[in-house]
């Protein structure tokens, strides 16, 4: 039986999913994430390291930060045991983070390199869950490039979206970029937004779904940073 973290959370008056939840739920359902391990702290690094394979990325885990690069708390491209223990140890004296409480540190492999988009989901009132997908960085936040539809979408509904992002073009690889593999982000679009997705089975809990980024190459998907916030 996968643990069910929705209702842990409740039990646990939390209103949204941790970042090692939330990518459970989306493993369960198919997307890809980072292998990972979640330690206390520099004591654990060695332990972590010899099931992972390097480059690592640490993250501090707390229900008080949001933003964790704001605070310090992402350091990627760690490359030993030593190196890890080194980041959470130099991660945990930060003034941003010490002020807090922290669940832990999600160590993680690093993802392929590819193309930062951003797929997410929201309920409205009238219409239930939407699925949303948007191109990374200052593109979702200052520019607003992003599409949405009404779950459940069908295959042709996730290529349409991709579509009329203004930045498609992106997408396909500019200035010696590699291309982005556009099968892999309609995929990870149907196991959220499709008949049998994410958002409409959970559509009872889940208000709100941010994966930013999942991080595209030309090969496939991984989603390196995901939330869900409950109702
Ligand atoms: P934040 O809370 O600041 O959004 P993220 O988990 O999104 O933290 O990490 C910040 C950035 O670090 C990501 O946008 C991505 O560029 C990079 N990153 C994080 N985790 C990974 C990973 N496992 N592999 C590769 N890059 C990563
Ligand atoms: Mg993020």
């Not at 193309?115 to 990374?136: C, K, S, T, Y």
């Amino acid at each position: 039986m996968p643990i069910d973290w929705i209702a842990r959370a409740r039990a646990e008056q939390r209103n949204a999913l941790d970042e090692r939840a939330s990518k459970e739920l989306l493993a369960a359902y198919g997307v890809m994430v980072p292998r990972s391990q979640v330690v206390r702290g520099p004591e654990d690094a060695a332990a972590a390291a010899r099931v992972l394979t390097p480059p690592f990325v640490v993250k501090v885990m707390s229900p008080d930060i949001l933003h964790k690069s704001d605070a310090g708390g992402v350091i990627v491209n760690l490359q030993d045991a030593q190196e890890l223990a080194a980041a959470i140890h130099s991660m945990r004296a930060l003034p941003a983070i010490a002020a807090v409480a922290v669940d832990g540190y999600l160590i993680e492999e690093m993802a392929p390199p590819g193309i930062e988009i951003v797929v997410g989901g929201v309920r409205d009132a009238n219409f239930g869950p939407l699925v949303m997908v948007g191109l990374g960085g200052i593109l979702v936040e200052v520019l607003k490039d992003v599409s949405f539809r009404i779950c459940p979408i069908a295959k042709i509904d996730a290529e349409e979206m991709l579509a009329e992002l203004k930045g498609a073009a992106i997408l396909q690889g500019v200035r010696g970029r590699k291309p982005a593999s556009q099968s892999a982000i309609v995929e990870v679009l149907l196991k959220i937004g499709g008949e049998n997705g994410l958002l409409l089975e959970h559509a009872a809990d889940i208000k709100e779904a941010d994966i930013n980024p999942l991080i595209v190459s030309e090969s496939g998907a991984v989603a390196v940073d995901a939330r869900f916030i409950l109702s």
